[in-house]
């Protein structure tokens, strides 16, 4: 993956005639269980950007003393789910005895490979109080090559994902390599997600990628001319340099990689092929998946 190239110091103009935006995507809102998500991926009109093939923004959801999220056991295959908070907790369990709470900042990677499942609920303590949930889920594919990996969790805190500061906006490289720094977040293949804060005004030019697409989870960007609304998801033109500029304070986040091809989706399973993703409806539903340790009672029923 190219690094950007630019002149220090001053935000860099287009090289090359490019549009810039090539789709916009407004996601819906959709009930999970308590609270809502606004789903970018996977859309009718975008199915994928680089590897990457779910994106959810989840909240800001506000909950009273006594409630919380509980989500239930259920199962993934083939993919692997990349969990970021900006506000709030989520206490992580899954089938192979990880129990993780997971923290704003913190980069939280299950790889589900031959098959996973894990459930997401709050501490107790948690739940004691009132309290805020806000943040990002994204799931990529893996290459058909790891596709059948074994199950794996990967935690990272907050203090190891690398930071830098390009033109006074700050940038947190979560996946991949960008601005001359690399992640050490575990990937699969060329793959990319970083965030950014812009001041109203600020501009940052984008780190190129075979695939990529920015996503404004607060604030506004402009982009050639083009606004792009909070809560949006711009699919952005391939190997040409992009200048984003806020329209307000805005925090961004950019995704994108290597295109891994087709995949079949149903529910929590995605597959290079449609017969796994068969085998795998049948296996949950007969409950040959492994139970989560200390979260055996539950499950989610596998939807008809």
């Known amino acids: 993956m190219s690094d950007l190239i630019k002149d220090e110091g001053e935000c860099a103009e287009q090289s090359q005639p490019c549009s810039g935006v090539e789709l916009i995507v407004s996601p819906k809102d959709k009930d999970i269980g308590g609270f809502y998500v606004r789903r970018c991926l ?3 009109k975008l199915r994928s950007v680089g590897p990457w093939i779910f994106f959810d923004h ?6 009273n003393a006594g409630q919380g999220i509980d989500v239930r056991p259920h199962p993934h295959i083939n993919l692997a789910t990349v969990t970021y908070l900006f506000e709030g907790e ?18 939280n990677l299950m ?5 996973i499942v ?6 107790p303590e948690v739940r004691e109080t009132a309290h805020r949930l806000h943040g990002l889920q994204l799931w990529h594919a893996l290459p058909e090559a790891f596709e059948e990996t074994p199950p794996a969790f990967y935690h990272y805190g907050v203090e190891a994902i690398p930071s830098v500061t390009i033109d006074e906006v700050p940038v947190r490289v979560m996946m991949g390599r960008a601005y001359g720094v690399v992640s050490p977040v575990k990937t699969f293949c060329d793959t990319l997600y970083l965030e950014a804060f812009l001041k109203a005004g600020q501009c940052l030019t984008l780190p190129l990628a075979p695939e990529r697409a920015v996503y404004v989870a607060k604030g506004g960007l402009i982009i ?17 340099q992009i200048k984003v500029t806020a329209s307000s304070e805005t925090r961004l986040a950019l995704i994108g990689g290597e295109p ?20 795998a409806m049948a296996d949950w539903k007969a409950q040959r998946f492994a139970k989560v340790p200390g979260d055996e009672q539950e499950f989610i029923p596998l939807p008809e």
Request: net charge negative; proline share 7%.
């Open 42 to 44: 996977p859309v009718a």
């Open 58 to 63: 989840m909240g800001p959801a506000e909950f």
């Open 90 to 107: 989520i206490l992580h369990r899954d089938s192979l005895g990880s129990l993780q709470a997971i923290k704003p900042g913190d980069i």
């Open 111 to 115: 790889v589900a490979g031959a098959g």
């Open 118 to 123: 894990h459930s997401e609920r709050e501490r």
């Open 224 to 240: 050639n001319g083009k606004d792009v609304p909070q809560c949006s998801l711009a699919l952005l033109t391939p190997d040409c």
């Open 260 to 279: 891994l091809g087709e995949r079949f989706m149903f529910w929590n399973f995605a597959s290079s092929r449609k017969e796994r993703i068969e085998q």
